[in-house]
């Protein structure tokens, strides 16, 4: 589950980071979308940030859960901050899709 909280947390931060103006236009290399399409992309995110905070209550508890949801939180946000700079961003939106499904598949396996 943890796996999937991760992939979850990374997928969130994606989509709050494709809600800036200057992101798009880092990943996309085009001129930004419309004011509702970003609105959108943030709604999702925080959605998705949620949706890893319950998957990390669900699996560890009260006690422990929200522990490992800001540890998620802090790799996650460290992959994509080290994903947007430094290198080709390009790799972040099939991550984005490709991490929940993997970790999805680990934690049924």
Known sequence: MML?????????FA???L????HQLDLHGKQAAPLSRRRQWSVLGWVLL???FGLSVVDHG???GPVLWLGT??????????????W??????PAAL???????????V
């Not at 999937?4 to 969130?12: D, H, I, N, T």
């Open 4 to 12: 999937l909280a991760l992939g979850v947390s990374f997928s969130a």
């Open 15 to 17: 989509a709050l980071s």
């Open 19 to 22: 809600a800036m103006e200057k």
């Open 50 to 52: 949620g949706v890893a």
């Open 62 to 64: 009260w006690a422990m």
């Open 73 to 86: 939180m802090t790799i996650a946000g460290l992959l994509l901050a080290f994903g947007l700079y430094p």
């Open 88 to 93: 080709k961003p390009r790799w972040i939106a």
């Open 98 to 108: 490709a991490l929940p499904v993997l970790g999805l598949v680990v934690a049924l």
